[in-house]
């Protein structure tokens, strides 16, 4: 177990696996490590809450993470370039070792997928969290990380839709997703019209600006 989840580690970081080291301490029943500190899982109605030592209930991303890859795309897409998604065909591969082709059962009755993928290729030390101007372009005004959809965000998260061309075996064919080749998948799920929105959608002008050629 040990060894797999050195293996997972090392293609989420994008290291060797030697190097991807993983402390271990033994914890009750009940706690958690996080950080080299014992915390426990303090359930009630409204769900389950990390509690540390001091008592306070932690809002830090590493403390509650527990995301393992379930797939990596793959593609001729290498380059960490933002425009000109809408053609590039991806495979996206599910792990062999976790997940059999039950996992995928009447996913080909829908035509479109929500992805949800780790930006693996950003360095931490690039993480936004505050303001920047969108692609670092300075006519356009400054926009918070929240407020935009670059990929140097916290936790590095991307969430894209594509086109489902077919499923074969445990490849899921697609168009459009804008995931560079070796990008870890967190998950996957159809994409229901009923989920779009109910409403006129309103964006400033800068965001048509930026999306223009992305597709």
């Not at 958690?32 to 990390?50: H, I």
């Not at 991303?61 to 890859?69: F, S, Y």
Request: proline share 6%.
């Amino acid at each position: 177990m040990l060894r797999r989840l050195q293996d997972r580690f090392g293609d989420l970081l994008d290291v060797p696996r030697e190097k991807a080291r993983l402390p271990v301490r033994r914890a009750a029943t009940g706690e958690l490590l996080v950080r080299d500190q014992v915390w426990s899982l303090d359930r009630d109605a409204a769900g389950t809450a990390l509690t540390g030592a001091d008592g306070g209930t932690d809002m830090t991303g590493d403390a509650i993470t527990d995301l393992v890859p379930i797939a990596q795309v793959h593609n001729e897409r290498r380059e960490l370039i933002d425009d000109n998604w809408g053609e590039v065909a991806s495979v996206i591969r599910l792990d062999a070792e976790r997940f059999t082709t039950d996992a995928l059962l009447s996913l080909d009755s829908f035509s479109h997928l929500e992805v949800v993928f780790h930006f693996h290729r950003v360095p931490l030390d690039k993480v936004q969290e505050g303001a920047r101007h969108p692609r670092n372009n300075p006519e356009w005004p400054l926009a918070g990380i929240f407020a935009q959809r670059g990929k140097n965000r916290p936790n590095r998260i991307g969430v894209s839709r594509c086109r489902l061309v077919k499923t074969d075996g445990l490849d899921l064919h697609v168009v459009g997703l804008d995931a560079v080749d070796g990008t870890p998948v967190l998950d996957i799920k159809p994409y229901l019209r009923q989920f779009g929105p109910r409403e006129e959608v309103v964006q400033p002008e800068w965001a048509d600006e930026l999306m223009r050629n992305y597709y």
